[in-house]
């Protein structure tokens, strides 16, 4: 499979959430959704809404690229023999963050920064998990992606 084809096909399997994803796959789309993030980004700012904040066409790429991440993501995590689920938890500690900013005080900084660690530790976790190598072996999520097969 060439790069190309390896960055369009998490599109093509736009919420296909079973099945397995190779590394190449998984990592040649991440790549591709930071580019096309970062080019959102570019033509906002020069729209002249751009800021801290994502403007209207990084929002509306972000909002369009989502699903296929998740996506390719819980497929990568099928391809070493992971559940899909393990995600959940690092998403949900992302989305809370804002919580911990509402904190005041030494004991919330405490609170937080332990916050902050756990939530470190989780993604790096998950970071080694999708740059494992998957198994050449069919497993309970498919048969593998990068085996070769007769088949048309």
Excluded at 69 to 90: F, K, T
């Amino acid at each position: 499979m060439t790069v190309f084809e390896q960055a369009v096909q998490p599109l093509r399997k736009y919420a296909d959430f079973a099945g397995r994803a190779s590394r190449g796959e998984f990592w040649t789309f991440f790549f591709v959704v930071l580019l096309l993030q970062t080019l959102a980004r570019l033509v906002d700012a020069v729209m002249g809404r751009g800021g801290y904040l994502p403007g209207p066409v990084a929002s509306l790429a972000a909002l369009l690229l989502f699903v296929p991440q998740a996506a390719v993501a819980v497929r990568r995590l099928h391809d070493i023999n992971r559940s899909g689920r393990e995600l959940l938890v690092p998403c949900v500690m992302l989305l809370c963050l804002p919580l911990m900013l509402i904190f005041g005080g030494l004991l919330g900084r405490i609170v937080a920064l332990g916050y902050y660690g756990v939530m470190l530790l989780l993604f790096a976790q998950l970071l080694l998990m999708l740059n494992r190598k998957g198994s050449s072996i069919p497993n309970r999520y498919g048969p593998a992606p990068t085996a070769f097969t007769f088949a048309g």
